[in-house]
């Protein structure tokens, strides 16, 4: 999910540093926590993209933010089941009114399922994007990969420095 | 003005306005633009303005070549910053109501491309043409920029007035068939390419005095080569600008210039060149979007009907 992309580069070389830090943050108080993603944390990229991941199957949508960003979303194709994507392949597209965003796999893994409803109705996503707004679903092949991704805390600062 | 441009200003009424295009010596549109007629001697001219730079050193130029033809002429190019000048669109069915309640001019006499001096909001040295680019009913009202945040809170104090952001613009223009400059419209293709014809008048033609009149002539009379059209989808993603048009045998045949999804129409909208063959309503084509090909229809446009306030003929 690439949300206003000329903006977005502008942005990330001054991010980087930040994310860098608040990754250090986080790394002290995993040592209070126990494993993150036992619980079904969301995680998210920098592209705007969520994975919950409950076992082996990560369930994958976009952000509140990004869903925002977007506008009303008309039309979505999403990846067919069977389809292995490393993590980062582009995977889908998502059409607003004003344009196309690119979906991101944020995972490595083979799709298990496609949210046929929002292909549908695509204004799901909109409407209910943690929920029934879900993309689609990856049995994972690299779950080491979750490590690197951003917890909901994380990605709420990142999306702060998005914002101009 | 008319050695740059296609139209009969020389025949126009005053205050009335018409679009009309800069065309280059090869026949293209170098911007559209609408000229309104204020008086025999003064024109108000209102253009791009992502081609403000140009356009300025479009008209200075004319005017050096012209003031070179005929040393005594007076005429006086102004360019207004938007430190001095505002233009704020007010555009839909009920805009006329609204509008009604804050001027002195009495819009049921100002016609579609018309316009009228006029004080709104209680500020002097307005300026209300009724035209837009939204396909609707509507005016874009010239002010004196240090007036335009009053006017404009004094207009959106009305509750059926809503700002609009420039996506919701451009579905507007897209349902009504016009072109955005750059494009649909660029310095590559002439205003019969783009079907954009009506806009050569009468007396220009016969006088083949504008710049790229014989090409733009030779495309009048022996039809162009490739040609601007509408396409309908009834499903699958919006094409796009860039999305390639294909013909039945899988050959890329044209390029779409615009394109989104109508939400008047519940389908997929587009603008695209492609080969005169193909131009005609009712042609199936397919458009190419991320590898896969969807259907679509040749339409005429406008897609969504206009609905101007037009002088009863």
């Known amino acids: ?164 | 003005m008319e050695s740059i441009c296609t139209a009969d200003l020389q025949n126009f009424p005053n205050n009335s306005s018409v679009l009309t295009v800069f065309t280059n010596d090869q026949g293209g549109v170098l911007d559209d633009l609408i000229i309104t007629k204020i008086s025999q001697d003064h024109l108000y001219v209102v253009s791009n303005a992502a081609m403000k730079k140009q356009d300025q050193a479009h008209l200075l130029k004319a005017l050096e070549n012209h003031k070179k033809n005929s040393p005594s002429s007076n005429i006086k190019v102004k360019f207004f910053e938007p430190q001095e000048r505002g233009l704020v669109a007010l555009q839909g069915p009920k805009a006329a109501e609204v509008l009604q309640k804050l001027t002195d001019v009495d819009l049921t006499k100002l016609y579609f491309m018309t316009s009228a001096e006029a004080t709104v909001c209680g500020a002097g040295a307005c300026r209300i043409t009724r035209c837009g680019y939204t396909g609707e009913d509507g005016f874009e009202i010239s002010m004196p920029a240090i007036k335009a945040v009053d006017i404009s809170r004094e207009l959106i104090r009305n509750g059926d007035v809503k700002l609009a952001g420039l996506g919701a613009r451009d579905s507007l223009r897209l349902e009504a068939g016009m072109c955005l400059y750059g494009s649909d419209l660029t310095a590559e293709t002439t205003p019969v390419e783009a079907a954009l014809t009506w806009l050569i008048a009468k007396r220009r033609r016969e006088a083949r005095d504008f710049p790229g009149a014989e090409v733009i002539l030779k495309q009048i009379k022996e039809g162009p080569q490739k040609k601007r059209v509408g396409l309908v989808a009834d499903s699958g993603p919006p094409a796009r600008h860039g999305s390639a048009v294909v013909d039945d045998n899988g050959n890329v045949i044209g390029s779409v210039t615009s394109g989104c999804p109508s939400p008047s129409l519940n389908k997929n909208i587009a603008m695209a060149y492609v080969p005169s063959a193909y131009s005609k309503n009712g042609s199936k084509l397919s458009l190419k979007i991320r590898e896969k090909l969807y259907s679509a229809v040749v339409t005429k446009m406008p897609f969504v009907p206009s609905n101007y306030y037009t002088k009863p003929k």
């Not at chain 1, 509140?64 to 067919?80: H, K, R, T």
């Not at chain 1, 409407?127 to 490590?147: A, H, M, P």
């Open chain 1, 1 to 164: 999910m690439v949300v206003q992309r000329f903006i977005m580069c502008a942005a990330n070389s001054v991010t980087k540093a930040r994310i860098l830090n608040q990754c250090r943050k986080q790394m002290t108080n995993r040592l209070i926590h126990t494993s993150r993603w036992m619980f079904a944390e969301r995680l998210y990229t920098n592209k705007h993209e969520w994975v919950e991941v409950d076992g082996e199957t990560g369930t994958i949508g976009i952000s509140q933010y990004a869903q925002e960003a977007l506008g009303d979303v008309v039309y979505a194709q999403l990846p067919d089941v069977d389809t292995v994507l490393k993590q980062k392949d582009e995977c889908g597209a998502l059409e607003s009114v004003k344009a196309a965003s690119e979906v991101y796999s944020p995972i490595s893994g083979k799709v298990i399922e496609k949210n046929l409803n929002i292909e549908e109705t695509p204004s799901l996503i909109n409407s209910s994007c943690y929920d029934k707004g879900w993309l689609f679903k990856v049995k994972l092949s690299n779950k080491e990969e979750l490590s690197g991704l951003m917890t909901e805390e994380q990605y709420n600062d990142f999306v702060k420095t998005q914002e101009h």
